[in-house]
């Protein structure tokens, strides 16, 4: 029963190492960011996270920015493009 339970756990550490190793989605050229008029603060201290790309139906389709609670010791590093070997991957914000 040992030997199952170890092979089970072998088999599932392994799903996750090639999940992992996943490759991005790539576009030959950036889009451009679609411009709108970003809404009143809905808070005092209120942080503004830019708008991102997301990975949809094939494509990447653009989110707007949203305000959010900022996190005590954290700052917010803006996703951004970067170049890959086909084109361009969008690599996501973060709180850091």
Not at 44 to 70: D, L, S
Not at 77 to 86: F, K
């Amino acid at each position: 029963m040992k030997t199952i339970a170890k092979i089970g756990i072998v088999l599932a550490l392994t799903g996750s190492l090639f999940t992992s190793c996943a490759a991005d989605y790539y576009v030959a050229e950036r889009p451009a960011e679609p411009v709108y008029v970003r809404p009143v603060a809905p808070y005092p201290g209120a942080y503004w996270v830019p708008g991102e790309w997301a990975w949809r139906g094939g494509r990447y389709a653009y989110i707007n920015g949203y305000y959010a609670q900022p996190r005590r010791g954290h700052v917010y590093v803006q996703g951004y493009w970067h170049p890959v070997r086909r084109g361009y991957a969008w690599h996501r914000g973060h709180w850091r």
